[in-house]
């Protein structure tokens, strides 16, 4: 066939020109590995994003309180209080249940030789159904236990194993801050976010237990709202009352800032991501412009080489070859440049995102759309190519010899 005599003569011009074809395939390869890496760390960012969201709860609406700037240092302001969830509870028509949670980030936590420091909550039990975040072994807190204050706690996996190892600890007596506790359980695993950490690096205790034996602190952390059901509407309703209603509760004038933070679902996903939308699409813009300069070097360097090769084309066109043979060739030389690039980039790409997630802990993944984005900047930069070629196809033969 004639298509595949054309081809091979391209390959052959692609092998004695190992120069001009590595110049074309470079920026096609960085283009590609650019958009590749980025496409396939923002797939599993957003996968991860959607596992935190709904490991959160789907349905969970989060208050924190706000910050302000003093001394030129950014801290939070302790507004929440009980009687914040006592109102919310009776006047939030759209919440399944409501409950405040006191935290401490850095808690040193020791078992016999062992040491660590982690993030400790004071919760009811009703906090465990709210964030999904029960007991995999063993036993959560109980009402029991926040009446009386009792020194009993539930462990993250990441805990169990800094302080165990393979030892079993449920049912033994661990220090937290030099105070002795009884292990009742060991918390279902979570694995670890951007926004959040390592969400096994944690302790829970009764939240009376918190105020009575550790820590004389009367504000909360946290307010966690479990919405009836996860439609947007719900939680857009559910929003716009807890702001009326905290406002009016901590006497916030009208045009004054609010002195609490809500998150929703959908803003805790955006958090968890990791790589920001901006900063995915300038990284995706960068992968643009690297193959618009492809295609322009495609273009322009196999226009050079057509001028250069007008003798070779006038000798072809005289021994027979149509405009047709001469076209197939040259678009066959500028697609096995993109090609290659394309390879080459597809592999850089791939262990870019390893070697980048591996560094940072974070996953990425590659289907189907992933590797569409990479494929058509790879054609963007072939398709270059057919501009010149078409003009060697139109090239007169006696003109062609004449330059020769």
């Not at 109102?87 to 030789?113: C, H, M, Q, W, Y």
Request: proline share 4%; with cysteine; aromatic share 6%.
């Amino acid at each position: 066939m004639r298509w595949s005599r054309n081809f091979r003569a391209a390959l052959q011009v692609v092998g004695a020109q190992p120069g001009r074809i590595l110049l074309l395939a470079l920026p096609v390869a960085v283009s590609t590995a650019l958009a590749l890496a980025t496409l396939a760390l923002d797939q599993g960012l957003t996968a991860q994003a959607e596992a935190a969201a709904r490991s959160f709860g789907t349905a969970v609406i989060s208050i924190r309180p706000g910050t302000r700037v003093v001394a030129g240092k950014s801290g939070s302001v302790n507004t929440l209080s009980d009687d914040d969830v006592l109102l919310l509870r009776s006047r939030l028509r759209d919440a399944k249940a409501v409950e405040g949670t006191r935290i401490e980030n850095s808690v040193p936590v020791s078992f016999g030789g062992k040491n660590g420091v982690y993030r400790m909550w004071g919760v009811r039990p009703p906090w465990a159904d709210i964030r999904l975040f029960g007991a995999e072994r063993g036993e959560f807190i109980s009402d029991a236990d926040v009446d009386s204050s009792a020194r009993v706690c539930v462990i993250g996996q990441t805990v169990a194993r800094g302080l165990f190892g393979s030892q079993e600890p449920v049912g033994a007596e661990i220090l937290i801050n030099q105070v002795p506790f009884r292990v009742k359980g060991v918390l279902v695993g979570k694995g670890a976010s951007p926004a959040e950490g390592d969400r096994d690096a944690r302790l829970v205790i009764p939240i009376t237990t918190f105020y009575d034996r550790l820590y004389k602190r009367v504000h909360l952390d946290q307010i966690v709202i479990q919405a009836g059901d996860s439609s947007p509407e719900t939680l857009a309703r559910l929003d716009e009352q807890v702001h009326a209603l905290l406002r009016k509760q901590h006497h916030i004038a009208a045009g004054q800032k609010d002195d609490f933070v809500v998150r929703l679902p959908h803003r805790i996903a955006d958090e968890s991501r990791g790589l920001s939308r901006s900063v995915l699409f300038l990284l995706l813009g960068l992968a643009g412009i690297g193959a618009m300069v492809a295609a322009v070097v495609m273009g322009l360097v196999t226009q050079q080489s057509v001028k250069a090769r007008q003798g070779e084309i006038g000798i072809r066109r005289a021994l027979g070859a149509l405009p047709a043979d001469i076209l197939q060739q040259i678009a066959a030389e500028a697609m096995a440049a993109s090609f290659l690039g394309g390879v080459v980039g597809l592999g850089l790409g791939l262990g870019a995102a390893w070697l980048l997630a591996g560094w940072q802990q974070i996953t990425f993944g590659v289907d189907a759309w992933v590797v569409a984005g990479p494929l058509a900047l790879l054609l963007l930069a072939a398709l270059a190519g057919l501009a010149p070629a078409r003009s060697a196809a139109r090239l007169d033969p006696a003109v062609a010899l004449r330059a020769r």
